[in-house]
């Protein structure tokens, strides 16, 4: 870790402005070497300076020049950003000549993962960070930020602690039977302990289902036969006419899909080829395809069409989504009716031309998904996969920690559970951790970043 390593920070598109960002020992030494203006080794830390970027004789363009000496800066290490013109041309060339020069591409999110190897942020804030940048909600970036500043970290450190003092208070009871004055920590003991840590994880665990939602969206796909107005409804959703609308059945071949943004919930839409039986080969390929829609989706919106008799196509998609999160649309009220409603217990009458209608459909949509109530935020939102994922392997250890205690096994084998829970909290933190998992992990961040 002791190279130096360089990479464009900013998206690589003609913009007004650039950053480059250099992060290592030679860092100031070697933009110092292209930059025509003061001497970049003799200006304090935490400075900017006006000058120009020059390359083999020729001046390349003209830059203010960022100066960070660690240790307070994002890597811990000596960081200079350039700030140049925003050209592609021109930042590549400036990237270029500091490479030259003696610095390494980085790789992407080697910056972050320097922050995080120099011990600056933990792995929580350091997926943070990423977790900001891909938010598209105030809901979801509220999220992120409850985790780049540290509250996650500190409600799974708490947990951690919880822990530890139980495994603390075990050994000395086992390494010193002879120290009369320490508790001992017998079963009896240990019981209410581990309930009320259980009892905490999981009030975190059921609100990161709905922090996934927030985080994700809803992957909700719209069927039903063809010609009942799917493409009509996502449009009506999308405020957009996106997909193509015709009187003739079978418009829509291919999924076509749109984002919409509920009250801070946002909805993958999928608009899908209508279901039914058909010779045409385009048709079929979407058919199969809707089919397959239907089993990924999280919400599905049925959509009946209130002109025309239910049929054998309608029945079939009722019977298929019958165990899905649901809603039951019946489209076109603005016709003269042919569906007997009490066939269906819960529904929506509605027609897609009608502005107030969908927003009928959008509070039923928050209502089902269950969250309606999701302007309150707060920290206890963990939104992360990793994250909840090893938690809830902690949970799990926590769990057959409580079951040896109540075979009354001895307190030295529950106390091997309680070890794989301290171990699964302290990798939520990145305190064990393998080089493969960062890899992976600072892998999907960007270039630069
Ligand atoms: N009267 C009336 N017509 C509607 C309504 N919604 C959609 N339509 C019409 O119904 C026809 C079919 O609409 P689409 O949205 O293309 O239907 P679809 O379900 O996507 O059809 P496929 O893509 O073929 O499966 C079009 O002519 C729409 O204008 C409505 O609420 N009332
Ligand atoms: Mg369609």
């Given at each position: 870790?002791?190279?130096?390593?360089?990479?464009?920070?900013?998206?690589?598109?003609?913009?007004?402005?650039?950053?480059?960002?250099?992060?290592?020992?030679?860092?100031?030494?070697?933009?110092?070497?292209?930059?025509?203006?003061?001497?970049?080794r003799?200006?304090?830390?935490?400075?900017?300076h006006?000058?120009?970027?020059?390359?083999?004789?020729?001046?390349i363009?003209?830059?203010?020049?960022?100066?960070?000496?660690?240790?307070?800066?994002?890597?811990?290490?000596?960081?200079?950003?350039?700030?140049?013109?925003?050209?592609?041309?021109?930042?590549?060339?400036?990237?270029?000549?500091?490479?030259?020069?003696?610095?390494?591409?980085?790789?992407?999110?080697?910056?972050?993962?320097?922050?995080?190897?120099?011990?600056?942020?933990?792995?929580t804030?350091?997926?943070?960070?990423?977790?900001?940048?891909?938010?598209?909600?105030?809901?979801?970036?509220?999220?992120?930020?409850?985790?780049?500043?540290?509250?996650?970290?500190?409600?799974?450190?708490?947990?951690?602690?919880?822990?530890?003092?139980?495994?603390?208070?075990?050994?000395?009871?086992?390494?010193?039977?002879?120290?009369?004055?320490e508790?001992?920590?017998?079963?009896?003991?240990?019981?209410?302990?581990?309930?009320?840590?259980?009892?905490?994880?999981?009030?975190?665990?059921?609100?990161?289902e709905?922090?996934?939602?927030?985080?994700?969206?809803?992957?909700?796909?719209?069927?039903?036969?063809?010609?009942?107005?799917?493409?009509?409804?996502?449009?009506?959703?999308?405020?957009?006419?996106?997909?193509?609308?015709?009187?003739?059945?079978?418009?829509?071949?291919?999924?076509?899909?749109?984002?919409?943004?509920?009250?801070?919930?946002?909805?993958?839409?999928?608009?899908?080829?209508?279901?039914?039986?058909?010779?045409?080969?385009?048709?079929?390929?979407?058919?199969?395809?809707?089919?397959?829609?239907?089993?990924?989706?999280?919400?599905?919106?049925?959509?009946?069409d209130?002109?025309r008799?239910?049929?054998?196509?309608?029945?079939?998609?009722?019977?298929?989504?019958k165990?899905?999160?649901?809603?039951?649309?019946?489209?076109?009220?603005?016709?003269?009716?042919?569906?007997?409603?009490?066939?269906?217990?819960?529904?929506?009458?509605?027609?897609?031309?009608?502005?107030?209608?969908?927003?009928?459909?959008?509070?039923?949509?928050?209502?089902?998904?269950?969250?309606?109530?999701?302007?309150?935020?707060?920290?206890?939102?963990?939104g992360?996969?990793?994250?909840?994922?090893?938690?809830?392997?902690?949970?799990?250890?926590?769990?057959?920690?409580?079951?040896?205690?109540?075979?009354?096994?001895?307190?030295?084998?529950?106390?091997?559970?309680?070890?794989?829970?301290?171990l699964?909290?302290g990798?939520?933190?990145?305190?064990?951790?393998?080089?493969?998992?960062?890899?992976?992990?600072?892998?999907?961040?960007?270039?630069?970043?």
């Open positions: 870790m002791n190279d130096t390593i360089a990479a464009i920070a900013t998206a690589l598109a003609n913009k007004a402005i650039s950053i480059i960002r250099v992060s290592g020992p030679e860092a100031i030494d070697i933009v110092n070497k292209i930059f025509v203006g003061k001497d970049l003799k200006v304090p830390s935490h400075t900017i006006y000058g120009k970027i020059k390359i083999d004789n020729r001046i363009d003209e830059v203010l020049v960022s100066v960070f000496h660690a240790p307070k800066t994002f890597t811990r290490e000596d960081v200079v950003e350039v700030n140049c013109h925003g050209g592609i041309y021109v930042t590549n060339t400036i990237l270029e000549g500091i490479l030259v020069k003696g610095a390494r591409l980085a790789d992407p999110g080697e910056f972050t993962k320097r922050a995080f190897l120099n011990g600056r942020i933990d792995l804030q350091a997926e943070a960070i990423m977790d900001i940048i891909e938010s598209n909600t105030a809901s979801s970036l509220q999220m992120a930020n409850y985790g780049l500043t540290g509250k996650t970290k500190r409600i799974i450190e708490d947990f951690k602690n919880r822990v530890l003092s139980c495994i603390a208070s075990i050994e000395v009871n086992i390494d010193y039977p002879e120290y009369e004055d508790i001992q920590m017998t079963n009896e003991v240990l019981m209410p302990i581990i309930v009320d840590l259980l009892r905490d994880m999981d009030e975190i665990l059921k609100k990161a709905v922090a996934q939602i927030i985080k994700y969206g809803i992957k909700t796909a719209i069927v039903g036969k063809p010609n009942v107005g799917k493409s009509s409804l996502l449009n009506a959703l999308l405020r957009e006419d996106k997909a193509i609308v015709t009187n003739i059945a079978g418009t829509t071949r291919d999924i076509v899909e749109g984002e919409v943004n509920i009250g801070g919930i946002v909805l993958n839409l999928i608009d899908t080829a209508g279901v039914r039986v058909t010779e045409d080969l385009v048709e079929r390929i979407g058919v199969e395809k809707t089919k397959e829609v239907l089993k990924k989706a999280e919400l599905v919106i049925l959509v009946f209130y002109s008799e239910l049929d054998n196509n309608d029945l079939e998609l009722l019977e298929a989504t165990d899905k999160t649901r809603i039951i649309v019946v489209n076109k009220r603005d016709l003269p009716p042919k569906i007997d409603l009490s066939k269906f217990t819960d529904y929506l009458l509605l027609s897609s031309y009608n502005e107030d209608d969908i927003e009928k459909l959008e509070k039923k949509i928050k209502e089902v998904c269950n969250v309606a109530s999701v302007t309150e935020i707060d920290p206890t939102y963990i992360n996969t990793r994250q909840l994922a090893k938690l809830k392997i902690a949970r799990e250890s926590l769990e057959s920690a409580l079951n040896a205690i109540e075979l009354n096994l001895p307190v030295d084998i529950v106390n091997i559970d309680i070890n794989n829970a301290w699964s909290l990798e939520i933190l990145g305190e064990v951790t393998n080089e493969d998992l960062l890899d992976e992990l600072f892998a999907n961040f960007c270039l630069g970043k």
